[in-house]
């Protein structure tokens, strides 16, 4: 039976947002409000607040098909590996079901050694999914973590009604390792898949390079709804190299106590970076290594000097005891705080067994086991295990 019936794009359904933007078509869901993009004001962050990581469309229905069309935004590379294209999975009361992979749409591909832009524009897609079984049931849309995603219309064959969200309200922040870099699907990714199966509701702020300790960014935490919050910092700081250790201990200090104006007592947990080799002992910035750019394939370096890390600059093992310093320093008046070292999600012995595919962003594999290492000790039983399933009232 072909859908007929048209499901409003709004809050009550698309999830995991901060907002819903109207454009000529439909909707652009956005995971930063525009006042914390313009004091940003950096084009690599608005690309990647445009991308869905998390974002889903959620229903109660007995409808057997479901179509959702939408226009596309991504960006390649000229001259190297193309980068995978984007996924919307299905996903029918809680187990995935199936997936379409997108095409079309504005297509940005950049040449990495001259900067130029070349556009190419494209029609939007379709992604139609039948033989869903009788029944009420709930049904998800996961659109693509990596990709942009303009909403034009979502149609089912029967009505519907917004999903129930009874969840705790999971609000995470992160570099490109929470975005979901190199996670081929949206359920993919380790958030979502922590969160999946948690049973949380999901609001992923991870930014590729962006997780830079910004007050706006702090902001934007306390002053949104959230059961739980979680905060992936670091990598960020070394791979950009934006700070040293005596800015980055304050820094830190100010980020909580931002958040905390907001959340006073919502149970919040530190984690400190994954084990990533290149920038262990050695400070940033990181590049692209220029052999294998020259053989097509994206693989990262740092540039830093090990002998400056006596001065202040940052590596991932200085981060780390700094981190767990604060957090215990902390926790004398504030109970609530936790602390979770990366390397209990993915230490040196996973990155042996699943290196990172360009040295510096999981894969697949070690995004699944990351997400149910959380799940297992944070909702099952550390900093989260308290809040259950039901949502804090």
């Not at 479901?66 to 190297?80: C, D, Q």
């Not at 960014?217 to 990598?235: K, Q, Y």
């Not at 991932?316 to 109970?335: G, P």
Request: aromatic fraction near 4%.
């Amino acid at each position: 039976m072909t859908p007929t019936h048209a499901i409003p794009l709004t809050d009550d359904y698309v999830r995991g947002a901060l907002r819903l933007e109207g454009t000529a078509r439909g909707v652009a869901p956005w995971r930063l409000d525009e006042w914390a993009l313009r004091q940003a004001a950096d084009p690599r962050l608005r690309a990647n607040a445009a991308q869905t990581a998390g974002v889903r469309v959620a229903l109660r229905t007995r409808a057997t098909s479901v179509e959702l069309t939408a226009r596309r935004s991504r960006a390649t590379f000229a001259g190297l590996e193309p980068r995978p294209d984007g996924v919307v999975e299905l996903v029918v009361d809680s187990c995935v079901m199936a997936e379409v992979v997108t095409s079309g749409g504005t297509v940005a591909e950049l040449d990495p050694l001259t900067g130029a832009v070349t556009m190419h524009e494209g029609e939007p897609f379709t992604a139609r999914f039948d033989g869903l079984g009788p029944g009420e049931k709930t049904i998800e849309l996961w659109l693509p973590h990596n990709e942009a995603t303009e909403l034009i219309e979502v149609r089912a064959n029967a009505p519907a009604e917004p999903a129930p969200s009874d969840g705790p309200r999971w609000l995470h922040h992160g570099s490109s390792i929470g975005h979901g870099s190199n996670a081929t699907r949206p359920t993919g990714t380790w958030a979502a898949a922590a969160a999946r199966s948690a049973g949380a509701e999901l609001t992923n702020l991870g930014f590729g390079g962006s997780a830079l300790l910004d007050p706006f960014m702090a902001r934007t935490i306390r002053d949104r709804p959230a059961d739980v919050i979680s905060l992936e910092l670091g990598i960020n700081l070394v791979t950009s190299d934006v700070m040293r250790l005596r800015a980055m201990r304050t820094a830190v200090h100010g980020y909580l106590d931002q958040i905390r104006d907001g959340h006073p007592s919502a149970p919040l947990l530190v984690i400190s970076p994954i084990h990533c080799g290149i920038v262990e002992t050695t400070p940033g910035p990181a590049a692209f290594d220029p052999d294998a750019l020259a053989e097509g394939r994206v693989v990262f370096t740092s540039s830093g000097d090990p002998a400056e890390v006596a001065a202040g600059r940052l590596t991932l093992e200085t981060i780390r005891a700094e981190l767990a310093r604060i957090v215990a320093e902390r926790r004398a008046e504030d109970e609530h705080l936790h602390y979770l070292d990366g390397l209990a999600l993915f230490g040196a012995d996973d990155a042996a067994r699943l290196p990172l595919p360009d040295a510096l962003h999981p894969g697949p594999e070690a995004h699944r086991l990351m997400g149910e290492r959380f799940a297992r000790s944070v909702f099952g039983g550390g900093a989260f295990a308290g809040v259950g399933r039901t949502r804090e009232r």
